[in-house]
C-alpha cells in the first residue's frame, strides 16, 4: 500500500437514510486481495486490499441489495478480481469491465456470462496513459454487438475535447461523477454547463450522481455539491445512477464515511419515486436487463 493511501472506513455509521427495497450500489470496486489478485505492474498507484467479502458486508450493513463493480485501474486490464467477484454474487451482482484491443470474443463472452455488461474508458491522466480513441471507438463497437454499454470518465475541463469522440459511440454512455465539476466555479460556469447541455440533446447520456467526497471543497456532509446532482437528477431522473464509490481509491484528504454518504442520498432527491428511479428503477434496466 501506497505510503500516503488512506485505507476504507473502518466501522461506517448506520445510515439514517432507508435504502428502498431492491437499492442498487451502481458504482464500487474491488482492490485484490493482492496475494489472490496481484495488481498491474503499471498502476499509478497501490491500494490496500479491499475484496469481494468486505463489499458485500458493506452492501449488506448499509442497506443495499445489488453492487455494480467497476474494474479498478490498480488492476490495469486484468479483470479477474472483479470477474471473481461478480461470480460469488451471482445475480447480485454486475460489472464493468477494462479491456485492450487485443481482447478476445472469447474472453468477452466469458465476462458477460460472469455479468459483465460494460467497459470503461479512463480519459484521467493522472491515473493512466493515453489510449488513442480509434482503439477505444473499435472495442465499442465490438462490445455495442453483446448489449453493452460504455463507462467514461474524464475531468470538466476535457469534455470540450472529448464532445466529438462520445457523440461517435454506438451505445449508452454513462459518465462517472457528473464529469467531475469544480465546485469552485459554481454551477453556472461553461464546463458544467457544457455537460449539462450535452445531457440534453443526447439521450445515449446517462451520469452517476456521485462521488461528492471527491468533488467537494468544504467536505462532508458534502453540502456544495448537492446543488450539481440534485440538478442533474431534476433534468435528467431516468438517466442518474447513483453509487458509493467504495473503497474510495485514491483519497489524500479524507476518507468518507459510507454511511454519510448514503444519508447525502435525500439531500440531492427527496421524492419518493425519484429515489426508486436513482436507486432501482435505472440500474436495474440498464444492468439487469429489467
Request: charged content about 25%.
Amino acid at each position: 500500500m501506497d505510503a500516503d493511501w488512506i485505507p476504507f472506513h473502518q466501522n461506517p455509521t448506520k445510515p439514517r437514510f432507508v435504502l428502498p427495497k431492491g437499492a442498487v450500489d451502481a458504482h464500487c470496486h474491488v482492490f485484490g486481495p493482492a496475494t489472490e489478485f496481484p495488481f498491474a505492474t503499471e498502476r499509478k498507484y497501490t491500494p490496500c486490499d479491499a475484496g469481494k467479502y468486505k463489499l458485500f458486508e458493506l452492501r449488506d450493513f448499509l442497506g443495499f441489495e445489488r453492487n455494480v463493480i467497476v474494474q479498478a485501474t490498480c488492476h490495469g486490464k486484468d479483470n479477474s478480481a472483479l470477474v471473481d467477484a461478480c461470480r460469488a454474487a451471482g445475480d447480485m451482482a454486475r460489472g464493468v469491465a477494462s479491456v485492450g484491443p487485443d481482447v478476445t470474443d472469447k474472453e468477452l463472452a466469458e465476462m458477460h456470462e460472469a455479468g459483465v455488461r460494460a467497459v470503461r474508458f479512463n480519459f484521467v491522466k493522472r491515473l493512466v496513459d493515453a489510449t488513442p480513441k480509434d482503439v477505444f471507438l473499435g472495442i465499442a463497437k465490438r462490445v455495442a454487438k453483446l448489449g453493452w454499454h460504455i463507462v467514461v470518465y474524464f475531468e470538466a475541463s476535457d469534455l470540450e475535447e472529448l464532445v466529438p469522440f462520445l457523440e461517435s459511440l454506438p451505445t449508452i454512455i454513462v459518465v462517472d461523477h457528473m464529469g467531475r465539476p469544480d465546485v469552485t466555479k459554481g454551477g453556472d460556469h461553461p464546463d458544467f454547463q457544457r455537460f449539462v447541455s450535452l445531457m440534453g440533446h443526447n439521450e445515449n447520456i446517462w451520469t452517476k450522481v456521485t462521488c461528492p467526497e471527491r468533488l467537494t471543497v468544504a467536505g462532508p456532509p458534502y453540502d456544495d455539491v448537492v446543488d450539481y446532482a440534485a440538478l442533474i437528477i431534476e433534468q435528467f431522473p431516468d438517466r442518474v445512477l447513483w453509487g458509493t464509490d467504495w473503497p474510495h481509491p485514491n483519497m489524500k484528504t479524507h476518507m468518507p464515511d459510507d454511511g454519510t454518504l448514503v444519508d447525502y442520498i435525500p439531500k440531492i432527491t427527496d421524492e419518493q419515486e425519484t429515489q426508486q428511479k436513482l436507486l432501482i428503477d435505472n440500474p436495474m434496466r440498464l444492468y439487469w436487463g429489467q
